[in-house]
């Protein structure tokens, strides 16, 4: 069973940056496309960015392009996500996910998510 392990929120004033780690144990994990994804207390969990599986092609969603850098490292089965200028609408818990690039749907499982609070 693939297993995806997210790492690396925290609390964070507004303005400042987190980097986020999405370890997959995947054999292959460079075949797929992958995704993060987030969601916050009471709303349903919403599309952030997406990177295909040579990494040669990235997507964002509106809210945080210009902010947020998605990246891959395919010899450490990892996926990052850099996260620039935060705000406090950014609070939510973060998850990756494998995607259908073109659609940006995921698939298969989901970690257990990792929260980022933004404090004003």
């Known amino acids: 069973q693939v297993q995806l392990v997210e790492s690396g929120g925290g609390l964070v004033q507004a303005g400042g940056s987190l980097r986020l780690s999405c370890a997959v144990s995947r054999r292959s994990f460079s075949d797929y496309s992958m995704g993060w994804f987030r969601q916050a207390p009471g709303k349903e969990r919403e599309f952030v960015a997406a990177?295909?599986?040579?990494?040669?092609?990235?997507y964002y969603a509106d809210s945080v392009k210009g902010r947020f850098t998605i990246s891959r490292d395919n010899a450490k089965n990892t996926v990052y996500l850099q996260m620039n200028s935060l705000k406090p609408e950014d609070t939510a818990v973060y998850y990756c996910?494998?995607?259908?690039?073109?659609?940006?749907?995921?698939?298969?499982?989901w970690g257990q998510g990792t929260q980022v609070t933004v404090s004003s």
């Open positions: 996910a494998a995607v259908n690039f073109s659609t940006r749907r995921p698939f298969g499982s």
């Open positions: 990177i295909s599986w040579t990494g040669g092609n990235t």
